[in-house]
């Protein structure tokens, strides 16, 4: 008789058979880092996923969560199980979600034609002949960055809701644009908010791969992305108990749910 919630598929040398199951992942990319002397938001890490995904028990997968960018930098990129996604752009620069525009310098593209859905959304404009020189705010894995208008930077883009975890949780957020007058807000989903002079910009939050946030003094420091992460939705019946890299367990009906703050393994 077949167990439930398996798929024999045969017996190799001896010992367990092997046996496939399906799983439920996200897996989010690290944070762009926001500008400081251009001081615009960064972009939002790629974010990916979907049901659907096949494991096996002969299989160790290991789990890669990228580190937020900084100075301004990409984010990197966090995967699983032969699911990539792509860092977040820093200011100007493209990534899972672009990086905002500066005042001197175009926005950053997202990664928005490789997957469907998308793993993120363009940065906004930022404009150079007002007195504010509003930055654009970085792409989010909902929507593009706001772009700089009159004296206000651009706000960064929304990030998106999972229940993976068995809770909504939105993560993914850009982060806001900076400006001498009025800054943009970050994205919701961990974007840093924007800052106006004088004022360091805050990082994304840790886990969401939410983009930092945009200065507008021009000896302000870069803000840091936030890093990623990677959550397995496994079928308890299938689930091993082996993994490394102390990913937080919990259960969600007849589910085991692991969560990824850090890189490490798990042995189907």
Request: avoid cysteine; hydrophobic fraction near 20%.
């Amino acid at each position: 008789m077949t167990p439930f919630g398996y798929t024999i598929l045969g017996f190799g040398s001896g010992g367990i058979p092997y046996a496939e199951y399906n799983v439920e992942y996200l897996v989010i990319a690290g944070g762009g880092s926001g500008g400081g002397q251009d001081g615009a938001g960064g972009g939002a890490g790629g974010y990916r996923t979907a049901t659907g995904l096949t494991l096996n028990n002969k299989e160790n997968y290991t789990v890669v969560v990228g580190a937020g960018g900084y100075d301004p930098a990409k984010g990197s990129t966090s995967s699983f199980a032969g699911i990539n996604t792509t860092g977040g752009g820093g200011q100007t620069q493209d990534g899972g979600s672009g990086g905002g525009g500066g005042i001197f310098s175009a926005q950053g593209s997202g990664n928005e034609g490789g997957y469907s859905p998308v793993e993120g959304y363009d940065g906004g404009d930022g404009i150079y002949n007002v007195p504010g020189h509003p930055r654009g705010g970085g792409g989010g894995a909902s929507e593009a960055g706001g772009a700089g208008s009159g004296n206000t930077g651009g706000d960064g883009g929304d990030g998106r809701a999972s229940s993976i975890t068995g809770a909504s949780v939105t993560r993914g957020g850009g982060g806001g644009g900076g400006s001498r007058s009025t800054s943009g807000s970050g994205g919701s989903g961990g974007g840093g908010d924007g800052r106006t002079s004088g004022h360091p910009a805050p990082s994304g939050t840790a886990n969401t791969g939410g983009g930092g946030g945009g200065a507008s003094d021009d000896f302000s420091s870069s803000s840091t992305g936030g890093s990623g992460v990677v959550i397995i939705k496994i079928p308890t019946i299938s689930y091993s108990g082996v993994k490394t890299g102390s990913p937080t367990v919990s259960t969600d009906g007849s589910d085991t749910i692991l969560v990824f703050n850090a890189s490490g393994s798990y042995h189907g």
